[in-house]
């Protein structure tokens, strides 16, 4: 061997340096004002829609008058939702600060005081009761009481037990769906309140169970109750919840119906839509994937072009045509 290579089998190696760890950034401050918007959640304003359900399904968005307080009405709701969103984030900022995602929220990283998040949803709240009860009527004003009093109890307690939180989320929906019927003073079909019910449980148990397909594979943090579940429960939940929501309407339909139709059975025939939209979302429900039900209904595009036939399908019903 050479005093060359010599030299070089002497030469002390460098020690490598540490591959250095991904980390994401920390969440850059936004000021005040946009931190308590944050924590209000916009993305899930569009659940709120569901307060033109009643009146859409009685026919009753022909009148200026009634689109506009439905306008007022969402406004309202979303005050009292995000004031909810509010209290939950201040209540759990430590536990969120923990937790690999729910840290960057707006109170959890320090963004938004929680002194600053209770006050903001204590006058959310107030400013949702008072308005709907002065600007609607007083059943509007007790009906989102109620949804104040339980969805705080679920952020308080009830998120904690078996079954009582699924119950309790889609009472949530439900009252969505209900208030704009009370406000505009539209009676409320049996049916109705069965199709729309059970067609919240299926998305609750579908999420819950997607979440627990999730935990089960260890692709991702979720709520501490779902170990609690198992996956076959909710499976049988969410189906079991799926077909009642589709028996409701096909008798909600075939009851209408009898009561008169135009030239064509349109209502009958919007029971194909409805079973093909339930159907394709049970597609995602199987899969595990459908943990975020507002990202399903909003980008599958074969879900929205079903809505739309649906959607015209009801609408030539509710003309008469």
């Known amino acids: 061997m050479t005093e060359h290579g010599a030299a070089l089998l002497d030469r002390p190696e460098r020690p490598r340096r540490p591959r250095r760890s991904r980390r994401l950034p920390p969440p850059r401050a936004r000021g005040l004002p946009?931190?308590?918007?944050?924590?209000?959640?916009?993305?899930?304003?569009?659940?709120?829609?569901?307060?033109?359900?009643?009146?859409?399904?009685?026919?009753q968005l022909d009148s200026l008058a009634n689109l506009a307080r439905l306008a007022l009405l969402f406004a309202?709701?979303?005050?009292?939702?995000?004031?909810?969103?509010?209290?939950?984030?201040?209540?759990?900022?430590?536990?969120?600060?923990?937790?690999?995602?729910?840290?960057?929220?707006?109170?959890?990283?320090?963004?938004?005081?929680?002194?600053?998040?209770?006050?903001?949803?204590?006058?959310?709240?107030?400013?949702?009761?008072?308005?709907?009860?002065?600007?609607?009527?007083?059943?509007?004003?007790?009906?989102?009481?109620?949804?104040?009093?339980?969805?705080?109890?679920?952020?308080?307690?009830?998120?904690?037990v078996l079954v009582v939180d699924m119950a309790v989320v889609t009472t949530g929906f439900l009252t969505r769906a209900m208030i704009g019927g009370v406000a505009l003073g539209i009676p409320l079909s049996r049916w109705f309140l069965i199709t729309t019910g059970f067609g919240a449980l299926f998305m609750v148990a579908a999420k819950r169970y997607s979440e627990a397909v999730r935990m089960a594979d260890g692709k991702g943090e979720t709520r501490a109750?779902?170990?609690?579940?198992?996956?076959?429960?909710?499976?049988?939940?969410?189906?079991?919840?799926?077909?009642?929501?589709?028996?409701?309407?096909?008798?909600?339909?075939?009851?209408?119906?009898?009561?008169?139709?135009?030239?064509?059975?349109?209502?009958?025939?919007?029971?194909?839509?409805?079973?093909?939209?339930?159907?394709r979302y049970a597609v995602f429900a199987d899969r595990g994937t459908a943990g975020e039900p507002e990202e399903v209904v909003l980008r599958d595009r074969p879900l929205a072009v079903i809505g739309l036939v649906w959607a015209a399908m009801y609408a030539c019903a509710v003309a008469g045509l």
């Open 76 to 160: 309202l709701f979303t005050a009292a939702a995000g004031a909810v969103y509010l209290v939950n984030d201040a209540r759990d900022a430590e536990a969120d600060r923990a937790h690999p995602s729910k840290c960057r929220r707006p109170v959890a990283a320090g963004e938004v005081s929680p002194a600053a998040a209770y006050t903001t949803g204590g006058l959310l709240a107030a400013l949702a009761v008072l308005g709907a009860a002065t600007l609607c009527n007083t059943l509007t004003g007790v009906l989102i009481v109620g949804y104040l009093a339980l969805q705080l109890a679920y952020c308080v307690r009830l998120k904690h």
């Open 34 to 59: 946009a931190g308590l918007l944050r924590t209000a959640r916009p993305r899930q304003w569009v659940k709120n829609l569901l307060v033109a359900a009643a009146p859409a399904a009685a026919g």
């Open 225 to 279: 109750l779902l170990t609690e579940y198992t996956t076959g429960y909710l499976r049988f939940v969410w189906q079991l919840a799926a077909g009642v929501a589709v028996l409701g309407y096909c008798l909600w339909a075939l009851e209408a119906e009898a009561a008169g139709a135009g030239w064509m059975p349109w209502r009958q025939l919007s029971m194909i839509a409805f079973i093909l939209a339930v159907l």
